[in-house]
């Protein structure tokens, strides 16, 4: 059986400021650099090797990898994987919901309703963030059968890989966290499906607080 250790990256300046980040980028907090070395440390301590390490492309995931790797001993197994990134949010990019509101109060309305088939100009709909995590997700199990994977990665990555696995409806409203190095781990059998083992597991922050700032 395959085992995905999925995480999101660690918490960044744009999230503690509720700009949307999507394929731009800001850099981990003190805070976020301190919850990978911390979930790092605790994987490590649990004896944890990875049989694949694979990480988004962008910056925040990429730091977050090698924060958490640092401490597994497994810094040189990274692999960089564009299909990892965030949603693309096009002209959202780098702006605020009140900054949304006031520039684009279409775009607003829409981007805040939950459709699923809603794509800001120069941006992906989440109906497309969804097909690209099943094909990229399903690819790596079926790449490193019976293995353990760590993907790190974003919220929206992360919310449809769970959706998809629990049979949620896409445009539901998302009733579970997506917290900054949350665990999740999830499990690919023999049937080709995906079973959720782990959700949300915030145990490594030692009580500290870890954001969930996403729609």
Not at 55 to 81: F, K, P, W, Y
Not at 90 to 112: K, M, V, W
């Amino acid at each position: 059986m395959t085992t995905l250790f999925i995480i999101r990256h660690g918490e960044t300046e744009w999230n503690q400021k509720g700009i949307h980040q999507g394929h731009m980028d800001s850099p981990l907090t003190r805070d976020g650099e301190n919850q990978a070395k911390l979930l790092g440390v605790r994987l490590a301590g649990e004896g944890m090797r990875f049989d694949a390490i694979y990480t988004s492309d962008l910056g925040r995931a990429v730091q977050s990898a090698n924060i958490i790797c640092r401490e597994t001993g497994q810094e040189h197994m990274i692999i960089r994987e564009a299909r990892l990134r965030e949603r693309a949010l096009g002209r959202l990019e780098g702006l605020t919901y009140s900054e949304i509101a006031e520039q684009f109060p279409d775009d607003y309305t829409r981007h805040t309703s939950g459709d699923a088939d809603y794509r800001p100009e120069g941006g992906e709909s989440w109906r497309d963030i969804l097909e690209r995590t099943g094909n990229i997700l399903n690819e790596l199990a079926q790449c490193n059968d019976d293995g353990k994977i760590l993907c790190v990665t974003h919220g929206g990555i992360i919310t449809m890989a769970i959706k998809a696995c629990l049979g949620i409806e896409i445009a539901a409203p998302r009733r579970f966290h997506v917290q900054n190095t949350a665990l999740n781990v999830m499990e690919w059998n023999s049937q080709g499906n995906w079973q959720l083992r782990t959700l949300g597991d915030t145990s490594h922050l030692q009580g500290g607080s870890a954001l969930d700032e996403m729609l």
